[in-house]
């Protein structure tokens, strides 16, 4: 069955310290990749995605990710957190030729100010 | 612009009710999505609709049952709740093709099931 790991599910850093989060994901054919974030008592949202092209993508609030294919890996990087990026995060895939998207049980980051 | 709406916000259900979760949005998309979100399990799918007058069913259909009314709407039916029903509900609608491919959320509908 078609899966996503996210190998973090709770991670606490101080500001300023890097943050990468890890996702991996089974499936052999092409995939639509994404993060979503939830911040505290909001609504989860579009934090970037992925679909072709260079495999670094950059996102909203400083956020990239890097898609290694060989690794079905999409793991999520910012080098300097702030206070303001404790939230749930969410891995999410949609292979193609389907309509369901495929969340990870997403890792939750607390950033100690 | 609302995006995705969802009604009610929370709600308390004994064991045996039934009760329609409402999802609209205004952006004109085709597909429409919910999805149970579990501590330490994620986001979880229990059905969607590619496009209106079409549904499927998820990962954990069993317990629900789902109208798309149309095409801005997509309700949720639980016919006789149970304590493992206990869940926040999201309604997420997407514009897949393209460029766009996102999700967009609701705020979530808290359920607790007693």
């Known amino acids: 069955a078609q899966s996503v790991s996210q190998h973090n599910h709770h991670v606490i850093l101080s500001e300023a310290a890097s943050l990468e989060l890890g996702c991996n994901y089974s499936y052999g054919g092409t995939v639509n990749l994404f993060w979503y974030v939830q911040y505290p008592g909001q609504h989860l949202q579009l934090l970037l995605k992925y679909f072709s092209g260079d495999p670094l993508v950059k996102g909203i609030k400083g956020f990239e990710a890097e898609f290694i294919k060989s690794k079905f890996s999409f793991n999520l990087r910012k080098p300097s957190v702030q206070w303001s990026d404790t939230a749930e995060y969410f891995c999410a895939v949609r292979p193609s030729g389907t309509y369901k998207y495929i969340f990870g049980t997403g890792t939750r980051l607390k950033v100690l100010a | 612009n609302a995006g995705v709406t969802q009604t009610p916000k929370f709600q308390v259900l004994k064991t045996g009710q039934s009760m329609t979760l409402q999802c609209a949005q205004d952006m004109n998309h085709n597909s429409m999505y919910w999805y149970r979100q579990d501590p330490g399990m994620g986001l979880r799918l229990i059905y969607y609709s590619a496009s209106e007058g079409t549904t499927d069913k998820g990962e954990v259909p069993n317990g629900y049952n789902v109208s798309r009314l149309n095409k801005r709407e997509f309700s949720l039916r639980l016919e006789s709740a149970a304590p493992s029903q206990t869940s926040v509900y999201f309604c997420?609608?997407?514009?897949?093709?393209?460029?766009?491919?996102?999700?967009?959320f609701g705020p979530g509908t808290r359920l607790t099931v007693l």
């Open positions: 997420a609608s997407s514009d897949q093709g393209g460029y766009t491919d996102t999700q967009y």
